[in-house]
């Protein structure tokens, strides 16, 4: 990929971006996908532009953590597939794939998301254990707030699986009609600055050009749950609280697409 | 008991349901998508690029490489561990030697395709799939080829010859043969048979007789998936 860094630095002072959004425009279009896979427990799938994101929700019964017996837990993982783009290689997570992983999963971790009790089923001995699985197929850009976007859409679609009484074995060809306990639902959005001036939703190439970024991860009530701040450059405290500003109001924005996709 | 009545209802011959779409993956250099009942493939072809280790560089041919993967929660019993498995290398080099026929190695010395096939549902008919998907992906991406490839698995329950099995019939409690079969279109050669279960030659040869028909099918699907992507109004 050829990458424009003059270009895109030079144009963000002047408010532009190379593909002639403004600077806290979104890609479309935005689409969100539920119940894409019959055989995960809960599955999205994310479009923001040209960038395709899949989440997929496997469930399981496991004896829950000695310092805490009475939860269940969860697990998110992050593969960048060598199918959605030439930079990636096969083989174990690189930090890239690591660090949204975590990002996302702290989203929802820390928000209590999930209620973690009600996931028990019996103190010490079984819990409900939630795998998130989010993969790539196409990376054009700004996987931080699809995977945020597409694993709050799969836990959302996500249905347990029926268990047999008698011999407590989960039978995954049958699902039961009882969602996962959501407390709350947190997304995350992702500021990037570039050559002074913040933007959301960063293209691949803006994304090898940028300066510092910010992902704040908020719910309904805009509450910040997880922040994570990358790349080589400072950010002033006032420029924080113009992040935090855009975020929050960019989180609304994708909540308000999620629940119209979805249906609520 | 004899298998008189498919578990879906279907013909012997009939097909499951199927979707093509050449050209889902706009960072690849050619790609398809291909469904086949529950069974949904993504693939993505990168190159001709260039060939790492150096000592794979072949000066009077290039080389092609599959990559075969179920997603992590595409399995119908637990999530499935990502990285590889033996399963998953094993149906990546039949692949190769089923696709390899067709792809004029010759055009690309010295440098490497890549074939990268991912799922996120499946029942059954994966590798099958998994071609029929690749052939797609090849052709949208311009390799030279001599020809298509499709690929079904015909089954043989309890004394049935059946096309296109899926996971119920593979779990009959009878006898169940899975014969998954790639074959190319102009020629009727077969670049893939593989065979588990237990079977007559004569049942075998039906099969196969069976698989020329479906994989017909298969390519004209093909065909208009990619020629959907290449028409402009």
Same mark, same amino acid.
């Given at each position: 990929?050829?990458?424009?860094?003059e270009a895109i630095t030079q144009l963000a002072k002047a408010n532009k971006r190379l593909d002639g959004r403004g600077l806290l425009d979104y890609r479309e279009p935005i689409r969100i996908e539920t119940n894409i896979s019959w055989t995960a427990e809960g599955s999205a799938k994310v479009q923001i532009g040209e960038t395709v994101v899949l989440a997929g929700v496997k469930m399981s019964i496991d004896k829950p953590y000695n310092d805490t017996p009475d939860e269940g837990g969860i697990t998110v993982n992050v593969e960048l597939l060598p199918l959605s783009s030439p930079d990636y290689e096969s083989g174990p997570p690189g930090p890239k794939a690591i660090e949204l992983a975590r990002v996302t999963d702290r989203g929802i971790r820390e928000a209590k998301a999930i209620d973690m009790k009600k996931l028990c089923i019996k103190p010490g001995e079984k819990?409900?254990?939630?795998?998130?699985?989010?993969?790539?197929?196409?990376?054009?850009?700004?996987?931080?707030?699809?995977? /945020?976007?597409?694993?709050?859409? =799969? %836990?959302?679609? @996500? #249905? !347990?699986?029926?268990?047999?009484?008698?011999?407590?074995?989960?039978?995954?060809?049958?699902?039961?009609?009882?969602?996962?306990?959501?407390?709350?639902?947190?997304?995350?959005?992702?500021?990037?600055?570039?050559?002074?001036?913040?933007?959301?939703?960063?293209?691949?190439?803006?994304?090898?050009?940028?300066?510092?970024?910010?992902?704040?991860?908020?719910?309904?009530?805009?509450?910040?749950?997880?922040?994570?701040?990358?790349?080589?450059?400072?950010?002033?405290?006032?420029?924080? /609280?113009?992040?935090?500003?855009? =975020? %929050?109001?960019? @989180? #609304? !924005?994708?909540?308000?697409?999620?629940?119209?996709?979805?249906?609520? | 008991?004899?298998?008189?009545?498919?578990?879906?209802?279907?013909?012997?011959?009939?097909?499951?349901?199927?979707?093509?779409?050449?050209?889902?993956?706009?960072?690849?250099?050619?790609?398809?998508?291909?469904?086949?009942?529950?069974?949904?493939?993504?693939?993505?072809?990168?190159?001709?690029?260039?060939?790492?280790?150096?000592?794979?560089?072949?000066?009077?041919?290039?080389?092609?490489?599959?990559?075969?993967?179920?997603?992590?929660?595409?399995?119908?019993?637990?999530?499935?561990?990502?990285?590889?498995?033996?399963?998953?290398?094993?149906?990546?080099?039949?692949?190769?030697?089923?696709?390899?026929?067709?792809?004029?190695?010759?055009?690309?010395?010295?440098?490497?395709?890549?074939?990268?096939?991912?799922?996120?549902?499946?029942?059954?008919?994966?590798?099958?799939?998994?071609?029929?998907?690749?052939?797609?992906?090849?052709?949208?991406?311009?390799?030279?080829?001599?020809?298509?490839?499709?690929?079904?698995?015909?089954?043989?329950?309890?004394?049935?010859?059946?096309?296109?099995?899926?996971?119920?019939?593979?779990?009959?409690?009878?006898?169940?043969?899975?014969?998954?079969?790639?074959?190319?279109?102009?020629?009727?050669?077969?670049?893939?048979?593989?065979?588990?279960?237990?079977?007559?030659?004569?049942?075998?040869?039906?099969?196969?007789?069976?698989?020329?028909?479906?994989?017909?099918?298969?390519?004209?699907?093909?065909?208009?998936?990619?020629?959907?992507?290449?028409?402009?109004?």
């Amino acid at each position: 990929m050829i990458i424009n860094k003059e270009a895109i630095t030079q144009l963000a002072k002047a408010n532009k971006r190379l593909d002639g959004r403004g600077l806290l425009d979104y890609r479309e279009p935005i689409r969100i996908e539920t119940n894409i896979s019959w055989t995960a427990e809960g599955s999205a799938k994310v479009q923001i532009g040209e960038t395709v994101v899949l989440a997929g929700v496997k469930m399981s019964i496991d004896k829950p953590y000695n310092d805490t017996p009475d939860e269940g837990g969860i697990t998110v993982n992050v593969e960048l597939l060598p199918l959605s783009s030439p930079d990636y290689e096969s083989g174990p997570p690189g930090p890239k794939a690591i660090e949204l992983a975590r990002v996302t999963d702290r989203g929802i971790r820390e928000a209590k998301a999930i209620d973690m009790k009600k996931l028990c089923i019996k103190p010490g001995e079984k819990a409900w254990f939630v795998c998130i699985d989010i993969i790539t197929i196409n990376d054009a850009g700004n996987l931080f707030d699809a995977a /945020s976007l597409a694993s709050l859409a =799969a %836990l959302k679609a @996500a #249905k !347990f699986p029926v268990v047999d009484p008698k011999t407590g074995a989960i039978d995954y060809h049958t699902k039961t009609e009882e969602k996962l306990p959501l407390l709350k639902e947190p997304l995350a959005v992702t500021v990037y600055k570039i050559n002074g001036c913040f933007l959301v939703d960063p293209t691949s190439e803006e994304e090898s050009s940028y300066d510092a970024r910010l992902s704040v991860a908020s719910d309904d009530n805009g509450i910040i749950s997880a922040l994570q701040k990358g790349g080589n450059t400072p950010l002033s405290t006032e420029e924080i /609280s113009k992040v935090l500003d855009i =975020a %929050l109001d960019k @989180a #609304k !924005f994708l909540r308000k697409i999620l629940n119209k996709e979805l249906g609520f | 008991m004899v298998y008189t009545e498919r578990v879906d209802g279907r013909k012997f011959d009939e097909l499951r349901h199927m979707e093509a779409k050449a050209g889902v993956i706009p960072n690849a250099n050619g790609a398809a998508y291909f469904k086949m009942g529950n069974t949904v493939a993504y693939a993505a072809v990168y190159g001709p690029r260039e060939l790492f280790p150096r000592f794979l560089q072949d000066p009077k041919k290039g080389l092609l490489r599959c990559h075969y993967n179920m997603l992590p929660f595409s399995g119908s019993g637990e999530r499935i561990r990502p990285g590889g498995n033996r399963r998953a290398q094993e149906i990546s080099m039949v692949m190769n030697a089923a696709l390899n026929p067709v792809v004029d190695l010759s055009a690309f010395p010295n440098a490497v395709v890549d074939i990268y096939v991912e799922f996120p549902q499946t029942d059954a008919g994966t590798r099958c799939a998994a071609i029929c998907a690749a052939s797609i992906a090849l052709a949208d991406a311009g390799i030279p080829m001599r020809d298509m490839v499709a690929a079904v698995a015909i089954g043989q329950v309890d004394g049935t010859v059946v096309a296109d099995i899926n996971y119920n019939e593979e779990a009959y409690p009878a006898i169940v043969s899975d014969i998954p079969v790639a074959m190319m279109h102009n020629t009727k050669e077969v670049t893939l048979l593989q065979m588990d279960g237990e079977i007559s030659k004569k049942d075998l040869m039906k099969a196969l007789e069976m698989a020329k028909i479906a994989t017909e099918k298969i390519y004209a699907l093909q065909k208009k998936a990619l020629k959907e992507k290449f028409t402009y109004e």
